[in-house]
């Protein structure tokens, strides 16, 4: 079982690519099926992946990352832009202007974070956390992805960076008195 880091490595590998093919059809005037069948499963796990990350990955860099506080609040600010930018094509007929704009507001979004997320939360938890850590949390993240292939029945709402970080700390340690213990527990389960 490859361990989390490269799992998450492997679905930005995977979304560049199909940010490209995505070009490749803007390129060949395809029609807004063919753009749609690229699209739904690009803007399915554009949203998957970071709901997967906010529960699996991004508690456990918090708990045993060195200064993880920062570039954690940083990538819940960036996956709600980049949830925002899907949702805006979701809401525009496929192939409109609108539709790109949200496409390209998700892609540039994504495209800045991914850059970010490698080289700080996930060389982070390299330095940071056991191999056997990392390899449990992988099967995880798979389980969760192969369970999920869409957001159905999840909650995908944008999330606040400050209270996520308080509620994840809460449950670290729910006995540290500088904690405001926001939603104790609450984490458990989404
Ligand atoms: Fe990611
Ligand atoms: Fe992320």
Redesign the pocket.
């Known amino acids: 079982m490859p361990d989390i880091t490269t799992l ?1 490595l492997d ?2 590998a995977w979304f560049r690519r199909q940010f490209a093919a995505l070009d490749e059809l803007q390129a060949r005037d395809s029609d807004p099926r063919e753009l749609a069948r690229l699209w739904e499963p690009l803007a399915a796990r554009l949203d998957v ?2 709901l997967a ?1 906010e529960k699996i990955f991004y508690p456990q860099l918090l708990a045993h990352g060195e200064d993880p506080e920062d570039e954690t609040l940083d990538a819940i600010g960036d996956h709600n832009e980049i949830r925002d930018g899907v949702a805006q094509a979701e809401r525009s007929p496929v192939g409109s202007g609108q539709w790109w704009e949200g496409v390209w507001a998700a892609r540039r979004a994504n495209d800045e ?2 850059g970010e ?1 490698e080289n700080e939360g996930l060389a982070n938890f390299r330095l940071n956390a056991t191999t056997g850590l990392r390899e449990s949390l992988g099967r995880q993240f798979a389980e969760f992805l192969d369970a999920h292939p869409t957001t159905a029945g999840l909650d995908n709402s944008d999330k606040d960076p400050e209270a996520y970080v308080d509620e994840v700390q809460a449950e670290i340690d729910p006995s540290d008195p500088t904690r405001d213990g926001l939603g104790i527990g609450s984490l458990k389960g989404k």
């Open positions: 998450i679905d930005h992946h970071a990350e974070h991914m997320e």
